[in-house]
Nanobody
């Protein structure tokens, strides 16, 4: 059974930071490509950042320079460090991976940025 469990969300003020974590089980994490998506109310779910098994990363333009994705293979965990948070970063953040041709998602963690 594959599980992805996010944590670390919360309510912060604009300009502050949060670090999200996604702990996984049931996959060979060290070879899995891991992604973070987010979905704001009334909007589609969009890719925020992704990291491949070789450590290469890509980011949405809206978060470049502010967010950093990284992974700890020993802990089977992927992180999203979010700095200089903006009101528009408010959303539910989801961890995602594709394993043996199936997409898996966590339940999400809420990030709310206030002014």
């Amino acid at each position: 059974q594959v599980y992805l469990v996010e944590s670390g969300g919360g309510l912060v003020q604009a300009g502050e930071s949060l670090r999200l974590s996604c702990r996984t089980s049931g996959i060979n994490f060290s070879i899995a490509r891991m992604s973070w998506y987010r979905q704001a109310p009334g909007k589609q779910r969009d890719l925020v950042a992704a990291i491949s098994n070789d450590g290469s990363t890509n980011y949405a333009d809206s978060v470049k320079g502010r967010f950093t994705i990284h992974r700890n293979n020993g802990r089977s965990t992927v992180y999203l460090q979010m700095n200089d948070l903006k009101l528009e970063d408010t959303a539910v953040y989801y961890c995602q991976t594709t394993w043996k041709s199936r997409d898996y998602w966590g339940r999400g963690t809420q990030v709310t940025v206030s002014s």
